[in-house]
């Protein structure tokens, strides 16, 4: 029986054996708005990127599939990387200096330097300001806009500290984030599957790419600086409705079991199960019976699970892919958090804004539409209920600080866990990045 179904039954994902060609990979380049898109129509696209691109998959009549999707990014980037070359060599970005607060109707010099550096990178697509005193009218607030969004700020429209700091950014150290992330993206294992999820952990989102087009995009909260979201690739193999959460057991030993020192109430408040041989054992431990004090850290003969509900930090749904880091995609009750700009918060699990959305698209692209009546269902009650995939789906954590859109505008992230920092080391000429792109 085809369909994705809970416990016994699943769904078989089907392959699609799209024929890619390197000469048709490159996009038509948008006119308008868009950020510098008439010099990266004007930028000369070098031969190599394309052509040596060492991880396509071999289809059976011998050709390679090239994902369409991953193959417009590597030509958006090279682009900008060029063009962002143009603009060192030509002195750079105008420094702007101010301790004001720069918004809707202020007058003032910086107003005027603000309009300038906004032009260098055509958020503005003219310099509005061809006065030393000049306006910040809605002309600029809009570019200004486009310059919080494209570097992950609050999208407020005002220049505070942070939009400040990221207008202040030189050229030269965009160019070398950009030329980085080229090495990465090119490098990117989805570029060799018909269909996947990857997850842009410092860009905080998801997509799900089937044959060359983005299906879904959906906002991620990842793990905080202390407890770093992994760069891997791995498949999804089932997905989990009303799932329990198994509590790691530096979680458990470093911040419940002093809690359940202080109130012996604490786990049965918190719908929580002490368990003794397996986190998915039935047989129950009496937490009484334990020294809570004595509990040392990443020390623990026992499992602590939450049990389903409201206030489960999983939420509603799980979606699993084994690997060592025991990391998975979740959804989790606190939603308020998807409103934050900066949004590495978790203890390095993916939580996702929209839980179901994805297993929505797999079922949707299966026509299977009775599977989703299940998945309803499911919600709907307080068990447990796991579905499977018969094929695996193939899904991507990345670290692209550094990329260009399909709206042709280039983004800057920050680099959350220093590791850009790391790879462009202090002497430029011997840098590793400069070693890989020569």
Not at 248 to 262: D, F, G, H, L, Y
Request: glycine share 4%.
């Amino acid at each position: 029986m085809k369909g994705l179904i809970s416990n016994a039954l699943s769904t078989k994902i089907k392959h699609i054996t799209l024929h890619a060609t390197l000469a048709g990979c490159v996009s038509t380049i948008l006119t308008g708005q868009a950020l510098g898109s008439a010099e990266l129509e004007s930028v000369a696209l070098a031969n190599s990127s394309l052509t040596t691109y060492n991880s396509q998959q071999q289809l059976q009549n011998g050709e390679y599939y090239f994902d369409q999707n991953a193959a417009q990014l590597i030509a958006r980037t090279e682009k900008a990387i060029n063009w962002y070359t143009e603009i060192v060599n030509s002195g750079g970005f105008t420094p702007l200096y101010t301790n004001e607060l720069l918004e809707l109707g202020s007058t003032s010099k910086a107003v005027s330097q603000l309009a300038m550096r906004l032009y260098q990178e055509r958020d503005l697509t003219r310099n509005v300001c061809d006065t030393v005193v000049c306006t910040f009218d809605k002309t600029i607030e809009q570019a200004v806009q486009q310059f919080q969004r494209r570097h992950g700020l609050k999208v407020d429209g005002r220049v505070g500290k942070r939009t400040l700091a990221k207008l202040n950014v030189p050229a030269k150290e965009k160019l070398a984030k950009l030329k980085l992330n080229f090495y990465r993206i090119t490098n990117f294992a989805g570029a060799s599957d018909s269909q996947y999820v990857y997850v842009n952990i410092p860009e905080y989102t998801l997509r799900y790419v089937k044959a060359g087009e983005v299906k879904l995009q959906n906002n991620v909260i990842v793990g905080k600086p202390s407890w770093e979201t992994p760069a891997f690739s791995d498949e999804i193999e089932k997905f989990v409705v009303n799932p329990q959460w198994r509590i790691p057991t530096s979680i458990a030993t470093k911040e419940i079991a002093p809690k359940v020192a202080k109130d012996p109430q604490y786990l049965a408040k918190n719908n929580i199960e002490v368990r003794k041989n397996s986190y998915l054992d039935s047989n129950t431990v009496n937490p009484s019976n334990i020294d809570w004090q004595a509990v040392k850290p990443y020390q623990f003969d026992h499992f602590l699970v939450k049990r389903a509900g409201d206030e489960n930090p999983l939420g509603e749904v799980k979606y699993l892919f084994p690997n060592p880091e025991a990391i998975y995609v979740h959804d989790t009750p606190a939603k308020q958090r998807f409103n934050q700009a900066q949004r590495a918060l978790s203890h390095g699990c993916i939580r996702v804004e929209e839980p179901f959305s994805l297993a929505r698209e797999i079922i949707k692209h299966q026509g299977e539409e009775h599977t989703l009546k299940q998945v309803d269902k499911a919600r709907d009650t307080d068990t447990t209920q796991t579905f499977y995939l018969n094929e695996p789906l193939p899904i991507h954590l990345v670290y692209w600080t550094a990329w260009v859109g399909e709206d042709m505008l280039v983004n800057f992230r920050d680099d959350i866990y220093q590791h850009d920092t790391k790879a462009l080391l202090k002497n430029e000429e011997q840098s590793v990045i400069a070693a890989l792109i020569k």
